[in-house]
């Protein structure tokens, strides 16, 4: 595997995503429903949740 590799994310299988973002120890996603998902580091706060270095479930970061 090189860096630029397209590899299925079995975590993410059941969700319906509309769009996806990755930082370099943490992703973020929306989905069609309109609720914003993160999981990985947030040691600089980059998920959006105070409080919490390292979130290590995938979980709602936002919801509409």
Do not use: C
């Not at 299925?8 to 299988?13: A, S, T, V």
């Not at 990755?22 to 914003?36: I, N, P, V």
């Amino acid at each position: 595997l090189t860096r630029n590799s397209s590899i299925p994310i079995q975590i993410l299988k059941d969700f319906k995503i509309f769009d996806f973002t990755a930082g370099s120890y943490h992703f973020m996603f929306l989905t069609k429903d309109k609720k914003l998902w993160g999981r990985g580091s947030n040691i600089e706060g980059q998920l959006g949740v105070s409080g919490n270095l390292q979130i290590l479930s995938t979980e709602p970061i936002l919801k509409n």
